[in-house]
Nanobody, 125 residues
Framework: QVQLVESGGGLVQAGGSLRLSCAASGRTFSTFSRYAMGWFRQAPGKEREFVATISRWSGGSTYYADSVKGRFTISRDNAKNTVYLQMNSLKPEDTAVYHC??????????????WGQGTQVTVSS
């Protein structure tokens, strides 16, 4: 099972940008590219929400929640065992703990079962 560590969260004003990183650790150096990767978020009092996913291998396919489409971009660098989430035009409603996860199919997030610890993103108004 892949181990994931998120970073890059913080406090930003509305309209600002953040870039989140999710680095794989452990025995993932030769297997990272086999996994679809995704970002999910959870705000206090709300259920976990899908944000974006990217297909395995070179990440030629991506899938975004309507709420972030056009503002967020997911990408991956298999040589670095890392997936990124570039977040632009941030809104207060984007405030949440963001989690990275590995899965089997980019377009079926129910398959994502390996979770990172999360990184807090707070957007002030």
């Amino acid at each position: 099972q892949v181990q994931l560590v998120e970073s890059g969260g913080g406090l930003v004003q509305a309209g600002g940008s953040l870039r989140l990183s999710c680095a794989a650790s452990g025995r993932t150096f030769s297997t990272f590219s086999r996994y679809a990767m995704g970002w999910f978020r959870q705000a206090p009092g709300k259920e976990r929400e899908f944000v974006a996913t990217i297909s395995r291998w070179s990440g030629g396919s991506t899938y975004y929640a309507d709420s972030v489409k056009g503002r967020f971009t997911i990408s991956r660098d298999n040589a670095k065992n890392t997936v990124y989430l570039q977040m632009n035009s941030l809104k207060p409603e984007d405030t949440a703990v963001y989690h990275c996860a590995a899965g089997s199919y980019y377009n079926d997030y129910s398959t994502f079962a390996s979770w990172g610890q999360g990184t807090q993103v707070t957007v002030s108004s």
